[in-house]
């Protein structure tokens, strides 16, 4: 059960008591009662909707439902909901109970289908059906009403629900929300989980839905606030390595689609944004009780490649400070073995390839790259060990299967961190080339042809014998 759910259940059971005695108060008064087997059926059933059953077909007398009733139908329909993950189920709910709807009910719902489209649980034969359920649910919600919360819970469920790209609808209710949160101005009074979710929620839309100015001025304030929010060392402690990471990715996704849109002035204030948080990430490796549970390699993979995406198109952005403060984190963490290293082949040529890509030189570069050699090292030792485990007539064929399971470009991985030396100058020394022949041998078995000829370039750049053997394995 999903955390939605699970509160709703908890809700649904503390009125139970509630609901008996305003069931009886409809009845004294004379509105017309359900069947005692209508409301054990309607409240109490454990399993799917029940067929030919209508929360509004119980009420088809009333046209006007008093707060008692709404309660009830609401209530009912949140639990019919909550039973079902197919869209096209939900929808019929929706559509036979638009009248009973309110601001809350339609944001609880909302929040269920995005937690589980998130999850990959939610049902959807057509993304158009999911999208009418979407723009129906959306229709009954005033804007006026909703508080902060509500309006980031509003703007996150519309950029995790799949969607027509056509239907520009989402767009202009995007507009409507930040128009009317810039009208209150009350940015500081948001809580900076608020900040992160209109953040991340509000740039990724974007890039799907197009870009409006009226955003852009919303991200500036918002990316405002939260840069001063991370001043505050109580604030800055709570930030762990997939919040900046996340953070990172988003706002780059904002600054390119500012940029293919011709949109300047979000480029400005993401770029703005992006060199403070580089001051903040910096921070906070530079500190030894912060790093300790700072980032992943996934994670920083991530953080990196968002930097690279704004640079490859504004090169004003170039934060030395923290390139320095990354590579002594990163050679640090690989020569003490840490738990979250950077320890595959792919990461190590992910982080080299930021490096090379910014053109940074220094000597906290020059620990990364030898750093690097020594993993390259580790990696090569574990191939040898594998290799002498298994049978020798099954050596290509095992693993073969064991690099296709793993989605694994081993040779490519290698080919690109020995160009990313030479391009910076350096030289893996002749220790660790001579302990990739193994390695080599072994994994060239998956390799395609244009990595086997990739890989033989850099040994030859590099003016190293891989010896005729293996030379004549990556020629085939």
Not at 173 to 190: A, S
Not at 371 to 390: C, F, K, V
């Amino acid at each position: 059960m999903s955390i939605v759910a699970y509160k709703i259940e908890l809700e649904l059971n503390n009125h139970v008591a509630a609901r008996m005695t305003m069931i009886t108060r409809m009845s004294i008064v004379g509105i017309r009662n359900p069947s005692p087997l209508g409301v054990e059926k309607g409240f109490y059933a454990p399993t799917g909707r029940i067929p030919g059953f209508s929360l509004q077909k119980r009420y088809q007398s009333i046209k006007m439902y008093s707060n008692g009733e709404r309660m009830v139908l609401q209530r009912d329909l949140l639990r019919q909901c909550y039973q079902t993950f197919d869209v096209k189920s939900i929808q019929g709910l929706v559509s036979e109970n638009l009248d009973v709807l309110d601001n809350e009910t339609s944001l609880h719902i909302l929040c269920y289908l995005a937690d589980h489209a998130k999850k990959s649980q939610l049902v959807i034969d057509i993304d158009d059906d999911c999208d009418q359920l979407v723009a129906a649910l959306c229709g009954q919600v005033h804007l006026e009403e909703l508080t902060t919360v509500s309006s980031a819970a509003l703007v996150w469920t519309l950029e995790v629900l799949p969607h027509d790209h056509g239907h520009s609808w989402r767009r202009r209710l995007l507009v409507n929300i930040v128009t009317r949160e810039l009208e209150r101005d009350e940015f500081d009074q948001y809580s900076t989980r608020e900040l992160l979710n209109f953040t991340m929620s509000c740039s990724n839309l974007s890039t799907n839905v197009g870009v409006d100015r009226r955003v852009v001025r919303f991200m500036a304030a918002v990316l405002s606030e939260l840069s001063s929010r991370l001043e505050k060392p109580h604030v800055r402690s709570a930030f762990g390595g997939s919040e900046f990471a996340d953070l990172a990715s988003s706002v780059a996704a904002l600054f390119v689609a500012c940029h293919e849109s011709g949109v300047q002035e979000g480029c400005k204030v993401v770029n703005r944004f992006m060199t403070s948080l580089s001051a903040e990430v910096r921070r906070k490796l530079s500190n030894r009780h912060s790093s300790a549970r700072s980032f992943n390699p996934k994670e920083l993979k991530q953080f990196l490649m968002a930097y690279v995406s704004v640079h490859a198109r504004d090169d004003t952005l170039n934060p030395p400070c923290m390139l320095d403060t990354v590579a002594s984190f990163v050679a640090s963490r690989i020569k003490s073995k840490h738990l979250n290293a950077v320890s595959r082949i792919e990461d190590v040529a992910a982080v080299l390839e930021f490096f090379t890509f910014f053109s940074h030189r220094s000597l906290a570069v020059v620990d990364l790259f030898s750093s690097s050699g020594y993993q390259l090292r580790l990696l090569s030792a574990s191939a040898l060990d594998t290799m002498t485990q298994e049978e020798p007539g099954n050596v290509g064929e095992n693993h073969a299967r064991a690099t296709a399971a793993h989605d694994v470009n081993w040779i490519g991985a290698l080919a690109s961190i020995l160009q990313c030396h030479i391009k910076m100058g350096y030289r893996p020394n002749d220790t660790t080339l001579i302990a990739l022949v193994p390695a080599v041998k072994y994994h060239q078995v998956a390799a395609g042809c244009q990595d086997k000829a990739a890989l033989l370039r850099a040994f030859d750049v590099l003016d190293f014998n891989c010896g005729r053997n293996l030379t004549q394995l990556l020629k085939t």
